[in-house]
């Protein structure tokens, strides 16, 4: 019974460890491991159905077959329902008045003003210093606009 008890406080650990680590990732490493958590749920899922019902797995290849037969239908639905839709252009880009506002700038700002006042922000919002690496983005974009 004890080894239970460790076992399920080891694996409760795991998960929890996994769980943080998940919510805590970029939005595109979160996309590809909740896809992987999904699956892995669906492949256990399908796991405990045949172990309960194992007359299951003589339906395998009839789905297959029909999934085959029927593939074209899938792609549209697939298409249609799983489409990645792209309303806006370049969501990242911004322009000259932005990157002014983010530094704090004026219109008449010369190179060197915009170079020291990058400077002072990234020291104060590096990620490695405790700042948001959202922020350090922003900061990075408007250097590059203003400077190009």
């Given amino acids: 019974m004890l080894y239970y008890i460790?076992?399920?406080?080891?694996?409760?650990?795991i998960l929890l460890?996994?769980?943080?680590?998940?919510?805590?990732s970029s939005r595109q490493k979160f996309k590809k491991n909740l896809k992987f958590i999904i699956?892995?749920?669906l492949?256990?899922?399908?796991?405990?159905?045949?172990?309960?019902?194992?007359?299951?797995?003589?339906?395998?290849?009839?789905?297959?077959?029909?999934?085959?037969?029927?593939?074209?239908?899938?792609?549209?639905l697939s298409k249609v329902f799983?489409?990645?839709r792209d309303f806006k252009k370049n969501p990242d880009k911004i322009n000259k008045n932005m990157a002014l506002e983010i530094l704090g700038l004026t219109e008449t700002a010369s190179k060197d003003d915009i170079?020291?006042?990058?400077?002072?922000?990234?020291?104060?919002?590096h990620p490695d210093k405790g700042?948001?690496?959202?922020?350090?983005?922003?900061l990075n974009q408007a250097r590059e606009t203003l400077l190009s």
Avoid: C
């Fill in 43 to 76: 492949l256990i899922i399908i796991a405990f159905i045949m172990t309960k019902f194992p007359q299951i797995i003589s339906v395998i290849p009839a789905i297959f077959i029909i999934l085959y037969r029927w593939r074209f239908l899938i792609e549209i």
């Fill in 6 to 13: 460790i076992f399920g406080i080891i694996l409760a650990t």
């Fill in 115 to 125: 170079l020291k006042k990058y400077q002072d922000l990234m020291k104060k919002n």
């Fill in 131 to 138: 700042g948001s690496e959202w922020i350090t983005k922003k």
């Fill in 82 to 84: 799983l489409m990645k």
């Fill in 39 to 41: 699956l892995l749920f």
């Fill in 17 to 24: 460890t996994l769980f943080l680590e998940l919510i805590h």
